[in-house]
């Protein structure tokens, strides 16, 4: 097997991502039938901070959503969330299932507030049922697909916010296309020949999911079925472009002080012109792309971290996975251990950070189960 290749060479990582396979997130209008239901797995608990920046950002001042006496006054218990804030904690953990794969927003209707002055502090949890499926003739690449969705009171199973949402969904196999050009694209480059001065294996294999298995079955098909000259690595498909909140604000949340994330006068003279985001929430971002990929269980550590090039506002942030090894040395039935190279990459497929990353990822069996 090929085992040693420099992913943070340029050349040598452009040859690689030319033929990863990306792993897609969302759902496609052909995964969405009438009766589905869905219970959205991130959830909220709704808080005065988020509550008023909403409002504070929007300028909606109405001291009810501000203050204690007002809120009385208008027959509230305390400050509740704001009803706009309220609407976007419920719609938010519903795109990753419903939208994430784009697709224009037709509209939505019906919503309605079942409790009025919902309290901060409360644990939301979200759901939603496909209500109808249509195929669109104007455009054969999408087909339209309405759900109705429901925020609720996770201590209490009360309903707190409901609407119906209508989107255009991009079709899998639109009818215009026999669906096999980009399968065909992502064949030719799992199977093309890497140049051999750059040391990369002749085949990149995809996992079949996210649990412990997947990752170990990929491994154990390196060997099986390509002789060795294979390697289990992946890019993923979402993106983050910089902005003042991640290379200014999130620095200052811990503390980071340093001027290259705050002062543009003194960086307009630095090597790199400009801000530039701070190492951790780089290296951060790219972790989120690919744990939106994983099961994780429990982090255990990385290693042999680095930095390669600056990160400044307005660059986009991706990352490419690299699995080295899986292993179930603990013996435990809701885990086991794989390792992983990360490689952090902007627009221009420059790579940005890099490191080795051990993490407890879970097994099918256990995927439902909270660790301890």
Known sequence: M????????????????????????????????????????PGLTLTRHASETWAGQTLNHDPAYWRPDAAESRGFDD????????????????????????????????LRFHEHGVPLGTNLRVRSEVLDTATSSSRP?????????????????????????????????PPASDGGEQEAKNDDQAEGESSPDLGLPGTFVEPDGEHYEDFAVALAAVEDEH????????????????????????????????????????MADSPSGDLVAYGDVTR???????????????????????????VTPGDTVYCFTRVRDARDDDGDDRYGTVEFEHVAFDQDDEPVYSGTRTARIRKRTASQQTPN
């Open 79 to 110: 400050v509740p969330a704001h009803p706009d804030y309220l609407t976007a904690a419920v719609m938010g953990p519903t795109v990753e299932d419903l939208s994430e794969k784009g697709g224009y927003f037709l509209g939505r209707t019906n």
């Open 141 to 173: 690449d999408y087909g339209i697909v309405t759900w109705e969705t429901t925020g609720v009171d996770a201590d209490t199973g009360d309903p707190l916010l409901s609407y119906e949402r209508t989107n255009m969904i991009p079709r899998r196999n």
């Open 284 to 310: 951060s971002t790219a972790l989120g792309h690919a744990r939106s990929d994983e099961a994780t269980w429990r982090e255990v550590g990385f290693d042999d971290e680095r930095f390669h090039a600056f």
């Open 227 to 266: 002789g060795g000259d294979a390697a289990v690595a992946y890019r993923h498909e979402r993106g983050r472009t910089m902005d003042a909140v991640t290379v200014s604000q999130l620095p200052l949340m811990t503390l980071n002080t340093a001027k290259q994330h705050h002062d543009a006068n003194v």
């Open 2 to 41: 090929t085992d040693e290749f420099d992913l943070s060479d340029d050349e040598t990582f452009r040859a690689a991502l030319d033929r990863a396979a990306t792993r897609p997130k969302g759902n496609c209008f052909e995964d969405f039938a009438v009766g589905d239901e869905l219970d959205h797995a």
